[in-house]
């Protein structure tokens, strides 16, 4: 859609962040996209922007997420991924989901960009429940604390240690799993292409991270922004130089290995 001219008319990039679980650990399965109001024209050279307050008709997104979704229950059920699922059952269950609208939520980020990647920032390293969350446990119990949205305070909420457990590892990803997805700009195969492509458009600073190739040495050379960076080479050895990526904290004491106290 973004790539129709009668919408926006422009590659768009975005990344998806998977948010499993509720604040009392039931299994509700969703994707938080993080999408910038935006994307390269055509030529590749131009950053076309959305309108004011509008990126693209959400209705048009429902039907055809709701399509997609459809199309991809019913490649399922031909694979033989549903089980007994009867093809029946199945006929009578999409012509029910089509019969129902279904809801594709935009918004702008209420506090800005930042805000928004900071509150992601919980999901996409830590577990379903956080330590502080806990209040008491014995061996037959486990208690701990919860925020009710509809209600707006906190509660507290108690539960069998089979069941605490059965929720806990509903959250557990199957391995390789892959809990944070990027597309389109942002996909690992071209990001470190188009990501330098999306600034000079957007006439913004060049991130460290993304280095533009040096400028030409005359007017009359030309150098392509897509064009792989050449690594940086000790002048004795000739050789490729590390570079200093990031500075690691000292882990607090109970993070570390057991011989590191010795």
Not at 35 to 50: E, H, I, N, S, Y
Not at 58 to 84: C, K, P
Not at 216 to 243: E, G, I, W, Y
Request: net charge positive; glycine share 6%; proline share 10%.
């Amino acid at each position: 859609m973004a790539a129709n001219p009668r919408f926006l008319g422009a590659r768009i990039g975005f990344f998806a962040v998977l948010h499993t679980w509720g604040q009392t650990l039931v299994h509700h399965p969703h994707l938080h996209c993080v999408v910038p109001a935006g994307g390269l024209a055509p030529d590749r050279r131009t950053w076309v922007a959305c309108k004011r307050g509008f990126f693209l008709p959400v209705r048009v997104l429902s039907r055809i997420f709701r399509a997609r979704d459809l199309d991809g229950l019913r490649d399922a059920h031909r694979r033989g991924l549903l089980g007994e699922f009867a093809a029946v059952e199945l006929d009578d269950l999409v012509t029910r989901c089509l019969q129902k609208p279904w809801v594709v939520f935009a918004k702008p980020p209420f506090h800005g960009a930042d805000a928004v990647l900071t509150y992601l920032a919980r999901y996409t390293h830590r577990v379903a429940i956080s330590n502080h969350r806990l209040v008491s446990l014995d061996d037959q119990r486990v208690r701990f604390r919860f925020k009710d949205y509809r209600g707006r305070r906190v509660r507290h909420q108690q539960l069998p240690l089979a069941e605490f457990a059965r929720r806990f590892l509903l959250h557990v990803l199957p391995r390789g799993f892959v809990r944070i997805r990027y597309y389109g700009l942002l996909a690992h195969g071209c990001r470190r292409r188009m990501l330098p492509r999306c600034r000079l458009a957007l006439e913004t600073p060049v991130d460290h991270a993304d280095p533009l190739p040096a400028p030409p040495a005359s007017p009359d050379q030309f150098v392509d922004p897509l064009l792989p960076v050449p690594p940086r080479l000790c002048p004795a050895c000739k050789k490729t130089m590390l570079a200093c990526v990031q500075i690691l904290e000292r882990p607090p004491p109970f993070l570390r290995a057991p011989h590191a106290h010795r």
